[in-house]
T-cell receptor, first 113, second 114 residues
Framework: AQTVTQSQPEMSVQEAETVTLSCTYDTSESDYYLFWYKQPPSRQMILVIRQEAYKQQNATENRFSVNFQKAAKSFSLKISDSQLGDAAMYFCAERSNTDKLIFGTGTRLQVFP | GAGVSQSPSNKVTEKGKDVELRCDPISGHTALYWYRQSLGQGLEFLIYFQGNSAPDKSGLPSDRFSAERTGGSVSTLTIQRTQQEDSAVYLC????????????FGSGTRLTVV
């Protein structure tokens, strides 16, 4: 069975600093995809970044990057130059051949000026 | 449409009443998903529709919950005889099948059972 674990219920960061959100997962599939979603108070789930498991290179989207450690089944999100607008819930998720997206319990990120 | 549309955005109902929640997916997306998000919690998978295949209902919490998808497009999630523990945000998402992309989510329906 697929499981996704986020062990940090809350994190905080100073504006312009860097923060890393942790995520581990478990799957028996060899082909799968990993995602980070952002959920601001508006409730809209916004895709931040994705990673194909068969790619060794870590995905990067502007200030967002991941550290994908396949053997350790770890998929952390690094936010550089944090901005006030980055404050939100962040969910890690995995999608495998079943096409279902399985989510972790989320990390609430606070950004302080 | 341009995005996934859900209605109503908020619904307050009395315990024991039936409710229907609607989801309009992105045109051309063959897969449609319903999730439930209780206060401060992650997203709980409810049901998944893929084209004309039988839906994956493995996440529905009880037989009071059901969902339909008509014409491969609009979906309705129905909760019968609502209970207070059904209070949550119900999120709908759609996607292309088998792609590496994530889902596109709607803004959800906040259901409050009083």
């Amino acid at each position: 069975a697929q499981t996704v674990t986020q062990s940090q219920p809350e994190m905080s960061v100073q504006e312009a600093e860097t923060v890393t959100l942790s995520c581990t997962y478990d799957t028996s599939e060899s082909d799968y995809y990993l995602f980070w979603y952002k959920q601001p108070p508006s409730r809209q789930m916004i895709l931040v970044i994705r990673q194909e498991a068969y790619k060794q290179q870590n995905a990067t989207e502007n200030r967002f990057s991941v550290n994908f450690q396949k053997a350790a089944k770890s998929f952390s999100l690094k936010i550089s130059d944090s901005q006030l607008g980055d404050a939100a819930m962040y969910f890690c998720a995995e999608r495998s051949n079943t096409d279902k997206l399985i989510f972790g319990t989320g990390t609430r990120l606070q950004v302080f000026p | 449409g341009a995005g996934v549309s859900q209605s109503p955005s908020n619904k307050v109902t009395e315990k024991g009443k039936d409710v229907e929640l609607r989801c309009d997916p992105i045109s051309g997306h063959t897969a449609l998903y319903w999730y439930r998000q209780s206060l401060g919690q992650g997203l709980e998978f409810l049901i998944y529709f893929q084209g004309n295949s039988a839906p994956d209902k493995s996440g529905l919490p009880s037989d009071r919950f059901s969902a339909e998808r008509t014409g491969g497009s609009v979906s309705t999630l129905t909760i019968q005889r609502t209970q207070q523990e059904d209070s949550a945000v119900y999120l709908c998402a759609s996607s292309l099948t088998g792609g590496s992309g994530g889902y596109t989510f709607g803004s959800g329906t906040r259901l409050t059972v009083v």
